[in-house]
């Protein structure tokens, strides 16, 4: 994993949790405390409100929220498996409420993935109308 890319997926791991331990982000990056302590200070010179109290690892300021608008083709792919199997096998306000959410996801996607759900998506409708 390229330098930008751990460093953006530390910021995704600083967002999913209220507090992370460094040792944490060092096992989920096959990275040392080294380059974590390294990539903390990469965060907060570029502007990013990391907040790191010994101890007990680092945090961000509250309400600071990054989307994070860089997906996969795989991690695409597994939104849009899920959200056909929400769509089938859960009750109807859930279902809508799945829905809204991919949309708000759908919304962030780089082009040509919003462009790769939607012709697997109509692929695997596709393909179901036919075995029905």
Partial sequence: MNRIDR?????????SRKVVKAQDIADR?????????????????????VIGEAGTGYSLVDGYRLPPVMFSPEEA?????????????????????YSSAMFKIKAVLDQDKK??????????????????
């Fill in 7 to 15: 460093i953006s997926a530390i910021l995704i791991h600083l967002q």
């Fill in 115 to 132: 462009d790769l759900l939607q012709n697997i998506g109509e692929s695997s409708r596709n393909q179901l109308s036919c075995t029905l």
């Fill in 77 to 97: 792919l597994a939104f849009l498996t899920a959200e056909k199997l929400v769509a089938q096998l859960t009750d109807g306000p859930n279902a809508e409420n």
């Fill in 29 to 49: 990056s096959n990275i040392s405390l080294r380059t974590v302590y390294r990539d903390i200070r990469t965060l907060e010179q570029a502007g990013i409100p």
